[in-house]
């Protein structure tokens, strides 16, 4: 066999072997992954489960108690948030929220079921329950998100009422804040405190609702995350669901709560996925110690998971009758 024969032979019959063991490699890994996804899919919990970011008690129980009762997920979840939505007390979600620069009081949420479906409302100005909108465009429309005016006239077509949502508590704050008009979120403060809410049902499904008033003293017209799919929210009802509170911008920029899901599909715990998506955000940003995020996230087997940047962040849990408030890890220690 001539020198060049012999040669290219021999490239080839390498190629051959390392494609070879490249599909083989390919394939054991496509079988581990669809292994770890079955064993999602099938280890699921017969006991309801509603969780909620920050230490919203009442709005937890509530929805807890529609779950118990047999209630669907996404009808828990909606009742539970509005809890706070109505709350005029809270100065982070519905109405009594606080203004952006302008004076105006603006809600976002969005909602998703376990058939994966959303919808999302931004920038209303003038209904207090905009969970319950969300739901609504993703029932009765063909879109998944409406904003501003759009939205509101849907909403008044379907029955909500038209309100004013600034109390006069967050007009003289809005007043104040206008002395100095310093902008500066404070960790842990209420100005950012969105009510994200998942919950699984007696059939295992799972739904889960985001709502919030956004950053106090927000430019007029921003937007966070928390009506945004993937980023304040995000659920597939075959691995599980996540949500996001904190600083909006920083969750967007990572998609955090599909990233959470996703790091589940592939065998994560949802307590390690949500450590993960923290680290993903304080090594792309070294001003992390002026901002705090946190996320929690369930999966099908009802494990629960839940970190943050900085101390201060716990959740609610209720399950079986008992609703705790549990205190969460955190990354930043000093």
Not at 117 to 142: F, H, Q, S, W
Not at 161 to 187: D, G, M
Not at 290 to 319: L, P, R, W
């Amino acid at each position: 066999m001539k020198r060049r024969k012999f040669i290219q032979n021999t490239s080839l019959t390498s190629v051959g072997i390392t494609l070879g063991t490249t599909l083989i490699s390919c394939k054991k890994q496509s079988e581990e992954q669809s292994r770890k996804e079955q064993e999602i899919m099938t280890n699921t919990t017969s006991t309801p489960i509603a969780v909620c970011t920050w230490r919203f008690t009442k709005a937890n129980a509530k929805a807890g108690e529609a779950l118990a009762s047999g209630k669907p997920a996404l009808d828990a979840v909606i009742e539970g948030v509005a809890v706070e939505e109505e709350n005029l007390k809270n100065t982070t979600v519905g109405k009594g929220g606080a203004p952006d620069r302008e004076g105006n009081v603006t809600l976002d949420a969005c909602v998703m079921n376990p058939e994966g479906d959303y919808g999302a409302v931004l920038c209303v100005e003038n209904i207090t329950n905009v969970a319950a909108l969300a739901r609504k465009v993703m029932e009765d429309t063909p879109h998944v998100m409406l904003a501003s005016e759009g939205a509101e006239e849907f909403g008044y077509q379907s029955g909500f009422a038209k309100e004013n949502l600034l109390t006069e508590e967050s007009k003289k704050a809005w007043e104040e804040w206008k002395k100095t008009s310093e902008y500066k979120p404070i960790i842990n403060i209420e100005n950012h405190d969105t009510i994200g809410m998942l919950a699984i049902d007696k059939n295992g499904d799972i739904a889960g609702a985001c709502t919030t008033s956004g950053l106090s003293y927000k430019m007029k017209g921003r937007v966070g995350d928390s009506p945004i799919i993937g980023s304040g929210l995000f659920i597939d009802n075959e691995i599980g669901g996540a949500v996001a509170t904190g600083m909006g911008e920083e969750v967007l920029k990572t998609v955090g709560s599909f990233l959470i899901v996703e790091l589940m599909r592939n065998g994560m715990s949802p307590q390690k996925a949500c450590e993960e998506a923290i680290r993903r955000i304080v090594t792309k940003n070294d001003k992390y110690k002026d901002f705090q995020v946190a996320y929690v996230a369930i999966n099908k087997a009802g494990e629960i998971g839940h970190y943050c940047i900085h101390e201060g962040f716990s959740i609610m849990k209720y399950q079986d009758g008992v609703n705790e408030n549990v205190l969460t890890k955190f990354y930043h220690t000093s």
